[in-house]
């Protein structure tokens, strides 16, 4: 009896036993398994699809997340492809750790005004690899955006009369600076709303607005405005830089059109009304205003005047 005892007792023991050693061999399994890699974000120019990149060698960025601790990235793999699905670059594999400000480099120039899509793919330190990112979107500014600019508005600066210079204090009335501002050309302090109607005689694939209207302007398309954004373009130091906003407004798009633009004059032309200590004007509220149509194997590029 006590002999049945003692062999069921180490049939119960090699029974733990095996159970134990299955147990830790799964616990070992699971801790050296690949885990969820996996990229969450990816970026083109600090942007998730960026409308206006405005450099030949754009800069994308990603993050990377996995469900287990102290995982790095290694090695990374960057795709472009146009809007055909032609691949214009693939990195291959580079081996980095560098996962933000990765720089174009392909042989093929980024055409001006076109669509381009990419996605990456990450390694670990252990070598293993993440499924793509998805496919985003950037586009490159048209070519002449900056060089071939044309501005329009009720009057022009020469015409305003406005005083040059910025002043930052409050003006006596009777001063002489103070007396200039009140000589200008009524025009330069209000608000303009221009309009203009087109017709769409040949259907079109897609069409692009390039628009600033500094000192601020509100964007409207048959009646409707084409975003919820305010206090566009952003404030800048107007003698240096001045924003450009786009819009894709192919689906909002009929056979019969109206554009218009409300234009303001926010810090663009400030002349110590609402702000005493402040009368700085760059100029009466004026606007550049581009459509970028595609349609089969071509652009064509039309301007309000």
């Keep these: 009896m006590n002999y049945l005892r003692l062999f069921n007792l180490k049939k119960i023991n090699v029974s733990v036993f095996c159970q134990l050693t299955i147990l830790v061999f799964f616990v070992f399994v699971s801790c050296d398994s690949s885990g969820n890699l996996s990229i969450q974000k990816t970026t083109c120019e600090y942007q998730e699809s960026p409308f206006l990149v405005n450099t030949r060698t754009p800069r994308f960025g990603w993050q990377i997340f996995s469900d287990r601790n102290q995982v790095a990235q290694s090695a990374y793999s960057i795709e472009i492809t146009d809007a055909e699905n032609n691949i214009i670059w693939n990195s291959g594999k580079i ?161 019969k059109n109206t554009i218009g633009v409300l234009l303001g004059n926010g810090f663009h032309n400030e002349r110590g009304g609402r702000y005493t200590k402040m009368q700085v004007s760059f100029g009466p509220p004026t606007l550049f205003f581009k459509r970028q149509k595609r349609k089969i194997y071509f652009y064509k590029n039309v301007e309000i005047r």
């Excluded at 070519?143 to 003006?171: C, F, M, Q, S």
């Excluded at 330069?188 to 209207?213: A, T």
């Design 95 to 255: 081996k980095s750790n560098r996962n933000q400000h990765v720089e174009y480099s392909g042989e093929k120039l980024l055409q001006p005004g076109k669509e381009y899509f990419w996605r990456v793919q990450v390694w670990d330190g252990r070598n293993r690899v993440s499924d793509r990112s998805k496919t985003n979107m950037f586009r490159m500014a048209p070519y002449d955006i900056e060089t071939n600019v044309k501005w329009i508005g009720a009057i022009t600066k020469k015409e305003t009369n406005l005083p040059e210079g910025r002043n930052y204090h409050t003006l006596a009335i009777s001063a002489e600076d103070s007396k200039r501002w009140l000589e200008t050309n009524p025009l330069s302090k209000r608000n303009i709303y221009l309009r203009k109607d087109f017709l769409l005689n040949k259907p079109i694939e897609e069409e692009i607005i390039y628009i600033s209207g500094p000192g601020h302007y509100e964007l409207s398309l048959n009646g409707n405005r084409i975003s919820d954004e305010q206090f566009n373009p952003m404030w800048s130091d107007y003698d240096k830089t001045v924003y450009c906003n786009a819009y894709n407004i192919t689906k909002e798009l009929k056979d």
